[in-house]
């Protein structure tokens, strides 16, 4: 990977000057060094999880490829948690949806495994709700039949422990005998498990019988470290961070006014945080990841497409009294109104990460706004954006973080006695279309003029939405079909697995979190996925 920030670039790059206002660089001036093959490029703009997944994806199969991202490090937009392999947090979803998310985690498990904190999920449906825990049990049947499915398909699919663990149900009797039972500081079984949450879960509030379902921790530190560790793999993994992307111009087509025409390079201008000329590049194919400035993209691209945007926000905070590691619980919750769901997500250390999806605390008033006739991008009020940009301001935060302690403790009481920690993962998430409640989604492909856009509503879907493009690139005829580089993708056999372990990832992820301005502990796991199930992921021989 030749990683351009504003101190490295000039080391790396030999631009051509074009014209007065920009450089382009061309074919045959990278790296001082001629390419004589015709490589093709891509550029990715964006550099969350979409725009560094595709990135690595490409790279993959040779492909030159530009990742642009605006902030410090890769992967640093709005945050994950949870790996919805089943989709469970989401009542409202049809069934399908739950299985194709299933297998994205799976997929994205399997390229990603040190990001992944191993323990269940606990899901509660509260007593002042409407709906029953029995309604979720079909859904749950087809989960484990779709995860036996890709097990028979392929072997190493097996990420999420035996199928028929997949969930368990656990009756208001069995919670009371655990809850007697002492708390393991380190639990290895789902009844260990259970122990915190039979004793810290206000068992009045809720129904029976509790679901428990092997839906996994995700980390964004550690997924931002394996990104940037996988793509150091490759020569022709151009990453640019600190550099905004302030243009694209179709280089064959520059005066067309509408996106109906052919275009087969696009120029993209960016400008790398102090330095006071823009720089230019040509592609033979683009990318738009930009999360949720996707639409000033489009807008610059010429599509025209309708889109919502949301600005959500979740919570750190600490809790000295766990007494050991615990689950993730979920109470449910009817979104938007003051009951919403409840979600606390246990990290290392006693710190937690908390949602509560009312306006009250994750979401917000006016944080839902959609795209107009006049502009693909949906605007957000100021106040948000300045969140995003510049960070929280104090006292809000505060208030919203000690409200969603109280929150919480509403359910598990003796939260109370968690403080804040003064900071927050969130960010403004895209939703294609006009439907608020999708959560699988992935790319939308303009063929004749050599653009992609991937939206991902769920971060898991980026595997997904890269394939996409890959197959696209392969009916442009920009690369070849079936080779082993792109079967291996499908083996999972990433080559930055061959010599990155866990503690590879340790290091990167410590030091974003700190540069971040989050607790160090956080960029662990409690419990990271088997070394006997690792060397299943890594490529054949290591
Ligand atoms: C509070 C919250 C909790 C969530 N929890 C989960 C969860 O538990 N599990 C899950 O799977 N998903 C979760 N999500 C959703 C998840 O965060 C998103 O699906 C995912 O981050 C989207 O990734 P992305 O790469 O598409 O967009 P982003 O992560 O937004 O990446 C886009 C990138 O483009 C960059 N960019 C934009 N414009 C430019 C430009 N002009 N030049 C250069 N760079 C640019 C931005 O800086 C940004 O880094 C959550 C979202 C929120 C808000």
């Not at 939703?431 to 608020?436: F, S």
């Amino acid at each position: 990977m030749t990683t351009m920030t504003q101190s490295s670039n000039k080391n790396h790059a030999h631009f051509v000057k074009q014209d007065d206002s920009s450089k382009v660089l061309s074919y045959g001036d990278h790296q001082n060094s001629p390419i004589k093959r015709p490589t093709k490029r891509v550029g990715i703009l964006g550099g969350g999880t979409a725009g560094s997944t595709i990135a690595i994806r490409l790279a993959a199969l040779g492909l030159e490829t530009y990742l642009f991202e605006k902030k410090k490090s890769l992967i640093d937009g709005p945050p994950m948690c949870h790996l919805h392999a089943g989709g469970n947090l989401y009542r409202e979803i049809p069934d399908e949806d739950c299985v194709a998310l299933l297998k994205q985690c799976i997929d994205i498990l399997r390229l990603y495994p040190h990001t992944i904190d191993v323990r269940p999920t606990v899901f509660a449906v509260p007593t002042r709700d409407e709906g029953l825990p029995e309604d979720l049990l079909p859904r749950l049947d087809i989960l484990t039949e779709a995860y036996q499915e890709l097990i028979e398909q392929d072997a190493n699919n097996k990420v999420l422990g035996e199928p028929e663990d997949y969930y368990q149900l656990y009756s208001h009797e069995q919670l009371l005998e655990l809850s007697e039972r002492e708390q393991v500081e380190v639990p290895s079984t789902v009844d260990e498990w259970v122990i915190p949450v039979a004793k810290y879960l206000d068992l009045n509030k809720v129904k029976f019988p509790l679901i428990v379902v092997q839906e996994y921790g995700w980390n964004i530190f550690r997924l931002a470290a394996s990104a940037q560790l996988a793509l150091e793999e490759y020569d022709h993994a151009h990453v640019f961070t600190d550099t905004t992307v302030q243009k694209v111009v179709p280089v064959d087509c520059e005066n067309c006014t509408n996106a109906d025409h052919h275009v087969t390079k696009w120029r993209i201008d960016y400008q790398q945080a102090n330095d006071s000329q823009a720089e230019s590049i040509e592609v033979d194919y683009l990318v738009n990841a930009c999360g949720f400035r996707t639409g000033v993209i489009d807008d610059m691209v010429g599509v025209e497409v309708t889109r919502m945007v949301e600005f959500k926000s979740s919570y750190v905070t600490h809790w000295g009294d766990a007494g050991g590691q615990i689950p993730e619980i979920i109470v449910y919750g009817q979104r938007g109104t003051p009951e919403g769901m409840a979600q606390l997500t246990p990290y290392p250390g006693g710190y937690f990460q908390i949602h509560g999806m009312s306006k009250a605390i994750t979401l917000f008033d006016d944080g839902l706004v959609a795209s107009g006739t006049d502009s693909a991008q949906p605007k957000l009020p100021q106040q948000y954006v300045h969140y995003i940009e510049d960070g929280w301001d104090k006292a809000p935060l505060q208030a919203r973080s000690q409200q969603a302690i109280e929150y919480v403790a509403e359910f598990v009481p003796t939260f109370n006695s968690a403080r804040t920690v003064g900071n927050a993962l969130y960010g403004g998430q895209q939703i294609p279309g006009e439907d608020d409640t999708l959560r699988v989604a992935d790319v939308s492909l303009y063929s004749n003029i050599r653009y992609a856009r991937a939206e991902n509503v769920k971060a898991s879907s980026t595997l997904i939405a890269a394939d996409q493009i890959v197959t696209e690139l392969t009916t442009l005829g920009l690369i070849q079909n079936d080779t082993p580089m792109n079967r291996s993708r499908y083996a999972h056999e990433w080559s930055y697995l061959t010599h990155n372990d866990g503690l590879a990832v340790d290091k990167v992820a410590r030091v974003l979190a700190e540069q971040r301005g989050f607790p160090i502990a956080m960029a662990d796991v409690n419990h990271s996925i088997r070394e006997a199930a690792l060397d299943d992921l890594s490529p054949a021989g290591v």
